[in-house]
Protein backbone atom coordinates (compact mmCIF):
# COMPACT_ATOMS: atom_id res chain seq x y z
CA UNK A 1 0.00 0.00 0.00
CA UNK A 2 1.61 3.38 -1.10
CA UNK A 3 -0.57 5.53 1.03
CA UNK A 4 -1.70 8.81 0.12
CA UNK A 5 0.05 9.83 -3.01
CA UNK A 6 0.07 13.88 -3.30
CA UNK A 7 1.56 15.45 -6.85
CA UNK A 8 3.36 17.57 -6.96
CA UNK A 9 5.39 17.63 -4.38
CA UNK A 10 6.49 21.34 -4.91
CA UNK A 11 5.41 24.04 -6.89
CA UNK A 12 6.20 27.09 -7.24
CA UNK A 13 3.91 29.81 -9.30
CA UNK A 14 3.55 33.32 -10.03
CA UNK A 15 1.11 35.67 -8.88
CA UNK A 16 -1.71 35.27 -10.70
CA UNK A 17 -1.15 31.88 -12.26
CA UNK A 18 -3.70 28.92 -11.65
CA UNK A 19 -2.02 26.00 -9.88
CA UNK A 20 -3.88 22.33 -9.27
CA UNK A 21 -2.41 20.35 -6.78
CA UNK A 22 -3.68 15.77 -6.82
CA UNK A 23 -4.42 13.80 -4.47
CA UNK A 24 -5.00 10.23 -4.70
CA UNK A 25 -6.49 8.18 -1.75
CA UNK A 26 -5.41 5.05 -0.70
CA UNK A 27 -7.50 2.31 -2.33
CA UNK A 28 -10.98 1.18 -0.47
CA UNK A 29 -11.30 4.55 1.48
CA UNK A 30 -14.44 6.46 0.94
CA UNK A 31 -13.52 9.74 2.50
CA UNK A 32 -11.00 12.45 1.27
CA UNK A 33 -10.01 15.27 3.02
CA UNK A 34 -7.85 18.43 2.67
CA UNK A 35 -6.56 20.52 4.85
CA UNK A 36 -3.74 23.89 4.85
CA UNK A 37 -0.81 23.97 7.01
CA UNK A 38 0.68 27.24 7.29
CA UNK A 39 3.18 28.87 10.10
CA UNK A 40 0.72 31.34 10.73
CA UNK A 41 -2.63 29.50 11.36
CA UNK A 42 -1.19 25.89 11.51
CA UNK A 43 -3.40 23.13 10.16
CA UNK A 44 -6.83 24.52 8.68
CA UNK A 45 -9.37 22.27 7.39
CA UNK A 46 -10.47 22.91 3.67
CA UNK A 47 -12.64 20.37 2.41
CA UNK A 48 -14.01 16.87 2.95
CA UNK A 49 -16.10 14.56 0.02
CA UNK A 50 -17.86 11.03 0.73
CA UNK A 51 -17.88 8.71 -1.90
CA UNK A 52 -16.72 11.30 -4.32
CA UNK A 53 -19.27 13.87 -3.40
CA UNK A 54 -18.73 17.22 -1.67
CA UNK A 55 -19.84 16.91 2.34
CA UNK A 56 -18.12 20.14 3.68
CA UNK A 57 -16.51 22.51 2.15
CA UNK A 58 -16.76 25.32 5.29
CA UNK A 59 -12.90 25.56 5.34
CA UNK A 60 -12.51 26.67 1.69
CA UNK A 61 -11.89 30.41 0.92
CA UNK A 62 -15.04 31.60 -1.24
CA UNK A 63 -13.42 32.96 -4.52
CA UNK A 64 -10.52 31.29 -6.11
CA UNK A 65 -10.58 27.73 -4.34
CA UNK A 66 -11.87 24.73 -5.69
CA UNK A 67 -11.93 21.17 -5.55
CA UNK A 68 -13.28 18.64 -7.05
CA UNK A 69 -13.42 14.32 -6.59
CA UNK A 70 -14.53 13.04 -10.13
CA UNK A 71 -13.49 9.70 -9.58
CA UNK A 72 -12.89 7.12 -6.35
CA UNK A 73 -9.02 7.16 -7.54
CA UNK A 74 -8.14 11.19 -7.30
CA UNK A 75 -9.30 14.52 -6.02
CA UNK A 76 -7.95 18.03 -7.20
CA UNK A 77 -7.93 21.21 -5.56
CA UNK A 78 -7.72 24.56 -7.75
CA UNK A 79 -6.20 27.51 -6.63
CA UNK A 80 -7.02 30.10 -9.49
CA UNK A 81 -5.52 33.64 -9.56
CA UNK A 82 -2.99 32.68 -6.59
CA UNK A 83 -1.54 35.20 -4.35
CA UNK A 84 1.03 34.92 -2.02
CA UNK A 85 -0.85 34.40 0.91
CA UNK A 86 -2.23 31.02 -0.42
CA UNK A 87 1.65 29.93 -0.02
CA UNK A 88 1.48 26.88 1.96
CA UNK A 89 1.86 23.03 2.55
CA UNK A 90 -1.27 21.36 1.50
CA UNK A 91 -2.28 17.89 2.71
CA UNK A 92 -4.78 15.33 1.92
CA UNK A 93 -5.96 12.62 3.73
CA UNK A 94 -8.21 9.72 3.76
CA UNK A 95 -10.06 7.66 5.54
CA UNK A 96 -12.40 4.57 5.57
CA UNK A 97 -15.44 6.65 6.80
CA UNK A 98 -17.44 3.84 8.12
CA UNK A 99 -19.09 6.04 10.90
CA UNK A 100 -16.40 5.13 13.78
CA UNK A 101 -13.65 6.62 14.80
CA UNK A 102 -11.87 6.94 11.67
CA UNK A 103 -8.11 6.78 11.27
CA UNK A 104 -7.46 9.54 8.56
CA UNK A 105 -4.15 8.87 6.65
CA UNK A 106 -2.54 12.00 5.53
CA UNK A 107 -0.49 12.28 2.57
CA UNK A 108 3.22 14.16 2.77
CA UNK A 109 1.88 17.22 1.46
CA UNK A 110 2.27 19.51 -1.48
CA UNK A 111 4.55 22.33 -1.09
CA UNK A 112 2.98 25.89 -3.02
CA UNK A 113 4.93 28.81 -3.25
CA UNK A 114 3.51 31.61 -4.81
CA UNK A 115 6.09 34.68 -5.73
CA UNK B 1 -17.52 25.99 17.58
CA UNK B 2 -14.68 23.67 18.71
CA UNK B 3 -10.92 24.40 19.68
CA UNK B 4 -7.63 22.55 20.61
CA UNK B 5 -5.07 24.27 22.96
CA UNK B 6 -1.91 23.42 23.24
CA UNK B 7 0.01 25.58 25.25
CA UNK B 8 3.55 24.86 24.99
CA UNK B 9 5.16 25.77 21.45
CA UNK B 10 8.63 24.21 22.20
CA UNK B 11 9.48 21.44 24.72
CA UNK B 12 12.93 20.18 24.90
CA UNK B 13 13.88 17.60 26.70
CA UNK B 14 17.45 14.98 27.40
CA UNK B 15 17.12 11.26 25.60
CA UNK B 16 16.14 9.29 28.53
CA UNK B 17 13.98 11.74 30.13
CA UNK B 18 10.15 11.43 30.53
CA UNK B 19 8.15 13.87 27.95
CA UNK B 20 4.83 14.89 28.65
CA UNK B 21 2.68 17.66 25.45
CA UNK B 22 -0.37 19.22 27.36
CA UNK B 23 -3.82 19.82 25.20
CA UNK B 24 -7.07 21.17 26.11
CA UNK B 25 -9.98 20.99 24.24
CA UNK B 26 -13.05 23.18 24.15
CA UNK B 27 -16.07 21.18 23.02
CA UNK B 28 -19.83 20.93 24.30
CA UNK B 29 -19.53 17.45 24.60
CA UNK B 30 -17.24 14.50 24.00
CA UNK B 31 -15.40 14.97 21.12
CA UNK B 32 -12.86 12.23 19.21
CA UNK B 33 -9.40 12.83 19.97
CA UNK B 34 -6.16 12.34 18.24
CA UNK B 35 -2.66 12.84 18.61
CA UNK B 36 -0.69 12.85 15.25
CA UNK B 37 3.33 13.53 14.77
CA UNK B 38 5.01 15.08 11.84
CA UNK B 39 8.57 14.34 11.08
CA UNK B 40 10.70 16.74 9.19
CA UNK B 41 9.45 17.03 5.42
CA UNK B 42 6.80 14.35 5.97
CA UNK B 43 3.07 14.05 6.49
CA UNK B 44 1.10 13.79 9.75
CA UNK B 45 1.19 10.38 11.44
CA UNK B 46 -1.04 8.87 13.55
CA UNK B 47 0.11 8.53 17.41
CA UNK B 48 -3.31 7.38 19.04
CA UNK B 49 -6.67 8.41 19.43
CA UNK B 50 -9.92 8.36 21.78
CA UNK B 51 -13.30 8.39 22.41
CA UNK B 52 -14.79 6.50 24.74
CA UNK B 53 -14.00 3.89 27.29
CA UNK B 54 -10.70 3.82 29.49
CA UNK B 55 -8.99 7.21 29.50
CA UNK B 56 -5.45 6.02 29.14
CA UNK B 57 -5.18 5.52 25.21
CA UNK B 58 -1.90 3.46 24.35
CA UNK B 59 -0.01 4.41 21.34
CA UNK B 60 2.23 3.61 19.06
CA UNK B 61 6.13 4.13 20.08
CA UNK B 62 4.78 3.94 23.83
CA UNK B 63 3.18 6.75 23.54
CA UNK B 64 -0.09 6.97 25.80
CA UNK B 65 -2.56 9.88 26.44
CA UNK B 66 -5.02 10.14 29.08
CA UNK B 67 -8.28 11.97 28.48
CA UNK B 68 -10.11 13.86 31.28
CA UNK B 69 -13.50 14.67 31.12
CA UNK B 70 -13.61 17.35 33.99
CA UNK B 71 -10.21 19.03 32.64
CA UNK B 72 -11.28 19.00 28.78
CA UNK B 73 -7.98 17.32 28.20
CA UNK B 74 -5.71 14.90 26.51
CA UNK B 75 -2.36 15.17 27.83
CA UNK B 76 0.22 12.87 26.01
CA UNK B 77 3.12 10.66 27.63
CA UNK B 78 5.85 9.20 27.13
CA UNK B 79 8.09 7.66 29.87
CA UNK B 80 11.40 7.78 28.20
CA UNK B 81 12.06 9.63 25.03
CA UNK B 82 14.35 8.96 22.35
CA UNK B 83 16.33 11.28 19.60
CA UNK B 84 14.04 10.01 16.89
CA UNK B 85 10.69 11.34 19.10
CA UNK B 86 12.12 14.96 17.76
CA UNK B 87 9.02 15.97 15.84
CA UNK B 88 6.01 18.48 15.91
CA UNK B 89 3.27 16.48 17.73
CA UNK B 90 -0.49 18.08 16.99
CA UNK B 91 -3.41 17.26 19.03
CA UNK B 92 -6.57 17.39 17.66
CA UNK B 93 -10.53 16.68 17.83
CA UNK B 94 -13.05 15.88 15.75
CA UNK B 95 -17.23 16.15 16.81
CA UNK B 96 -18.34 13.73 14.37
CA UNK B 97 -15.23 11.77 13.25
CA UNK B 98 -14.80 13.31 10.19
CA UNK B 99 -13.22 16.78 10.02
CA UNK B 100 -10.41 17.38 12.25
CA UNK B 101 -9.44 20.95 13.95
CA UNK B 102 -5.96 21.30 15.38
CA UNK B 103 -3.92 22.86 17.63
CA UNK B 104 -1.14 24.73 16.79
CA UNK B 105 1.61 22.17 17.62
CA UNK B 106 4.10 21.76 20.09
CA UNK B 107 7.72 21.09 18.65
CA UNK B 108 10.03 18.44 20.66
CA UNK B 109 13.51 18.57 20.67
CA UNK B 110 15.26 15.73 21.62
CA UNK B 111 19.21 16.15 23.16
CA UNK B 112 21.38 13.73 23.29
Known amino acids: NAGVIQTPRHKVTGKGQEATLWCEPISGHSAVFWYRQTIVQGLEFLTY????????DSGMPKERFSAQMPNQSHSTLKIQSTQPQDSAVYLC?????????????FGPGTRLLVL | AQSVTQPDARVTVSEGASLQLRCKYS??????LFWYVQYPRQGLQLLLK??????VVQGVNSFEAEFSKSNSSFHLQKASVHWSDSAVYFC??????????FGIGTRVLVRP
Open chain 2, 92 to 101: ALSPGGNKLT
Open chain 1, 49 to 56: FRNQAPID
Open chain 2, 27 to 32: YSATPY
Open chain 1, 93 to 105: ASSLDWGGVDTQY
Open chain 2, 50 to 55: YYSGDP
